[in-house]
């Protein structure tokens, strides 16, 4: 069973940054994908972006493009930084696992099989 989990969200001004991380434990596969989607307060839950597991291929939402970057620290944590934070970014954050993608950058939430519990982020004006 995979288990993912996320860190870092928190309260940051408008303009600043967080740093995000999802650590992963159990069995997974060079074939799989991570993704970060969010969901704000009375809205349903978007994709943010996706990573293929080597790292070689990405994909962001365009309402984040050029402000956040997905990357991979190591086999076992993902990283969303997130510069120039607006409040509408505010939102409780996931990261989510697409089993064995071989990497496609799926953007639907139905194709993730595996969800952290979430990390709130919240950016003042």
């Known amino acids: 069973q995979v288990q993912l989990a996320e860190s870092g969200g928190g309260l940051v001004q408008a303009g600043g940054s967080l740093r995000l991380s999802c650590a992963v434990s159990?069995?997974?596969?060079?074939?799989?994908?991570m993704a970060w989607f969010r969901q704000a307060p009375g809205k349903e839950r978007e994709l943010v972006a996706v990573?293929?597991?080597?790292?070689?291929?990405t994909f962001y939402a365009d309402s984040v493009k050029g402000r956040f970057s997905i990357s991979r620290d190591n086999a076992k944590n993902t990283v969303l930084q997130m510069d120039n934070l607006k409040p509408e970014d505010t939102a409780v954050y996931y990261c989510?696992?697409?089993?064995?993608?071989?990497?496609?950058?799926?953007?639907?939430?139905?194709?993730?099989?595996?969800w952290g519990q979430g990390t709130q982020v919240t950016v003042s004006s």
């Open positions: 989510a696992l697409d089993r064995l993608a071989d990497g496609m950058l799926r953007t639907g939430e139905r194709f993730y099989d595996y």
């Open positions: 990573l293929t597991w080597r790292g070689d291929g």
């Open positions: 159990g069995r997974t596969s060079t074939r799989d994908t």
